[in-house]
């Protein structure tokens, strides 16, 4: 499997890639990638436009091989998501994670506040924006990519992860610019009706990135006001850079915490699984 790092930071692909070979163990290596250019951090919409081409080169690169089993988006936003799977013949949402969304469910839900957790004045919800926040791109004639293989985002595959099977959940994150662009992708995978709100953090994403115990802290009580204020009974850590503080988080919190590329390791797993026996997506 290739995990595609959307930020330029070679730090956070080398620690997003051995969570993934935690989660998957030795039956299916991992290999990351970081884009050939951008920000180190994707904090911001005009970040998550920029990062999709960058993404989608980066996976034709990986899968020019036929050495790959699997792509990894391992960016919150799914930057590129659509436009790679048009390239690799057009996984879909039911594919990424083998839990089929709830359809025709639409509506904002609010953006929340408490003591320590800060968030914007006003949530949105789908208007013309893309369900990932971003415009994706074309598929460049160049670069022969590897057909059928399946194309998982952490942002999807966590986001339905923690809503099977009608399970109120809420999302904790570090990204004010972007809660947008979140509320757009629950709205758009049909999740609006169990979405209890998003929790942000307080202080700039780049400062807390750069204090891991701060930003553990900062998490952490963003977490517990999503499952005590919210009423959510699973949390979505929001960022494939916040890893490290999701997996430790399952420890501090009793709430069902569920961190992204784990879950999408996960969803990897069934599709290859069900390719090669065959059997259904949907489960």
């Given at each position: 499997?290739?995990?595609i790092?959307?930020n330029s930071?070679t ?6 890639t ?5 989660a ?8 990351g990638?970081?884009v ?11 970040a ?6 960058e ?7 990986a ?5 790959c089993?699997?792509l990894?988006v391992?960016?919150?936003?799914d930057?590129g998501?659509?436009?790679?799977r048009?390239?690799?013949a ?6 990424a994670?083998?839990?089929?969304p ?6 904002a ?13 006003g949530?949105?919800?789908?208007t ?12 460049p ?22 809503a099977?099977?009608?399970?109120p959940?809420g ?13 757009a992708r629950?709205?758009?995978l049909?999740l609006?009706?169990?979405y ?10 780049e400062?807390?990135?750069a ?5 553990l ?15 959510a ?10 890893g490290?503080?999701?997996e ?5 919190c009793?709430?069902?915490v569920?961190a ?6 996960r969803a990897i797993?069934?599709l290859l ?6 059997g259904p997506?949907v489960?």
């Open positions: 499997m290739v995990l790092n959307p930071s730090a956070t692909t080398a620690m997003m051995a969570i993934a070979r935690r998957l163990g030795p039956a299916l290596p991992v290999r990638v970081t050939a250019r951008g920000p180190r951090m994707l904090t911001d919409p005009e998550l436009r920029a990062a999709a081409p993404v989608l080169a980066a996976g034709l690169r899968t020019a091989g036929g050495d089993a699997a990894l391992a960016a919150f936003g930057p998501l659509t436009a790679l048009a390239a690799t057009g996984n879909g949402v039911r594919g994670s083998g839990v089929r709830a359809s025709g469910v639409y509506g839900s609010g953006v929340h506040r408490s003591a320590g957790v800060h968030g914007p004045t949530a949105s919800g789908a013309g924006t893309p369900a990932s926040g971003i415009q994706e791109v074309g598929i004639a160049s670069g022969t990519p590897t057909p059928g293989i399946p194309v998982v985002g952490i942002g999807e595959a966590a986001l339905l992860e923690a099977a099977g009608g399970t959940f999302i904790a994150t570090t990204t004010p610019l972007l809660a947008d662009a979140i509320h629950v709205n758009a049909g609006a009706d169990r209890t709100g998003l929790r942000l953090t307080a202080g700039a994403p400062r807390l990135s204090d891991p115990e701060l930003l802290d900062r998490l952490e009580r963003a977490v517990r006001a999503c499952a005590e204020r919210d009423g009974r699973a949390v979505v850590i929001g960022g494939g850079p916040l490290e503080a999701a430790e988080l399952h420890a501090r009793a709430v069902r569920v992204p590329i784990p879950a999408a390791c797993t069934h699984t069900d390719r090669r026996t065959g997506t489960r």
